[in-house]
């Protein structure tokens, strides 16, 4: 399978643990997004990276998160001393910017249950 | 207001039938528009790009109004298959993404 993958697909956590989510991109991809949706809501935008440079953070994205993509491949996204509000489903996209036109390609997710 | 808003539904209809969703956009400046289709608890899922003159995938149309700020889907010949939640995107001056909250979509037998 070609696509992206993201790991784990379900986290259950105790309030205040630290929680990381892996996202491998479609390979050729240079870009890399985050994403959190919660129920009945679109996905909101969190961060993103073009290569290994983190180009833009969301408001959303307080001090307890923290996104790397070291080698501009894969991405991690940690988020230090959950709340129970970070309970959400953490979507990874890939993409790569073809003539003008910007296509993303998600991953599965990972479902955070934070109790 | 919301960047991007649509009709939650659910929109019920039955098979065979013919529907539209619309999807309003607050930034003039926005320069991609999407469909993606997100089925429970899945990932969305590209359903089609959509351009300044309108463009056809089998069944789906997809057309955008930049005077009005809309973009809208139709559905012809609704099919089981469709049920889904149907998520407008558009993107602005970078590149992400920003979602509508979706419009549900349940074709009945």
């Known amino acids: 399978d070609t696509g992206v993958s993201q790991d784990p697909r379900h986290k259950i956590t105790k309030r205040g643990q630290n929680v990381t989510f892996r996202c491998d991109p479609i390979?050729?991809?240079?870009?890399l997004y985050w994403y959190r949706q919660t129920l009945g809501q679109g996905p909101e935008f969190l961060t993103y990276f073009q290569n290994e440079a983190q180009l833009e953070k969301s408001r959303l994205l307080s001090d307890r998160f923290s996104a790397e993509r070291p080698k501009g491949s894969f991405s991690t996204l940690e988020i230090q001393r959950t709340e129970q509000g970070d309970s959400a489903m953490y979507l990874c996209?890939?993409?790569?910017?073809?003539?003008?036109?910007?296509?993303?390609?998600f991953g599965p997710g990972t479902r955070l249950l934070v109790l | 207001r919301k960047e991007v808003e649509q009709d939650p539904g659910p929109f019920n209809v039955p098979e065979g039938a013919t529907v539209a969703f619309n999807c309003t956009y607050s930034n003039s400046a926005s320069q991609s528009f999407f469909w993606y289709r997100q089925d429970c608890r899945k990932e969305p899922k590209l359903l089609m790009s959509?351009?300044?003159s309108g463009n056809e995938d089998g069944r789906f149309t997809a057309q955008l109004n930049r005077a009005s700020q809309y973009i809208s889907l139709l559905i012809r010949d609704s099919k089981l298959s469709d049920s889904a939640t149907y998520l407008c995107?558009?993107?602005?001056?970078?590149?992400?993404?920003?979602f509508g909250t979706g419009t549900r979509l349940k074709v009945l037998a």
């Open positions: 995107v558009v993107t602005g001056v970078t590149y992400k993404y920003i």
């Open positions: 390979s050729e991809h240079n870009r």
């Open positions: 996209a890939s993409s790569m910017d073809r003539e003008g036109l910007e296509t993303q390609y």
């Open positions: 959509v351009y300044s």
